[in-house]
């Protein structure tokens, strides 16, 4: 039920509501704020560095290869931020009388391409990290159970 968080203490037991809320954040941004993408991009960037701190100060897990695995989902959510400064339509809070023909902060669409490439790989290796945790996690937890069977065996 608390998805193995360490409730002995209170810190932990916010991790899901802080979880919740930046989602409910960023959908309200996508909403609400669609002519000031710069605004999006800094509270949403502004968002994941808290959730990095917090989740590097509390240590939500129990076990602390989870809260490795989060700290490091959390860096690659906030490396994922910084991109969207780098390959977006405009960083400012006003609308020029011309956009979406100006205000592009890189014009090159080849720079903009190894941007989007290189983002694509960030999140590439999240994902096989993540995979990577997952697999040893279920076969280290696989053969407990197999020595366990065996010793009720005998």
Not at 50 to 72: D, K
Not at 78 to 104: A, I, K, M, Q
Request: net charge positive; hydrophobic share 50%.
């Amino acid at each position: 039920m608390y998805l193995a968080l360490n409730t002995r203490y209170f810190g932990p037991k916010l991790h899901q509501c802080f979880f919740i809320l930046r989602r409910l954040l960023l959908a309200a941004l996508i909403l609400y704020c669609v002519e000031y993408p710069c605004f999006q991009f800094m509270v949403q960037t502004f968002a994941s560095s808290l959730q990095l701190i917090y989740v590097g100060i509390v240590f939500p897990y129990e076990l602390p290869a989870m809260n490795y695995l989060e700290i490091l989902n959390e860096y690659t959510i906030l490396s994922s931020c910084y991109f969207l400064f780098l390959y977006s339509d405009g960083l400012v809070l006003t609308r020029h009388p011309n956009w979406p023909l100006e205000d592009v902060m890189i014009s090159d669409e080849l720079v903009r391409e190894q941007l989007g490439w290189a983002n694509t790989g960030l999140i590439g290796f999240l994902f096989l990290a993540n995979l990577l945790f997952m697999t040893v996690s279920s076969v280290a937890k696989l053969k407990r159970k197999f020595r366990l069977w065996q010793l009720k065996r005998k």
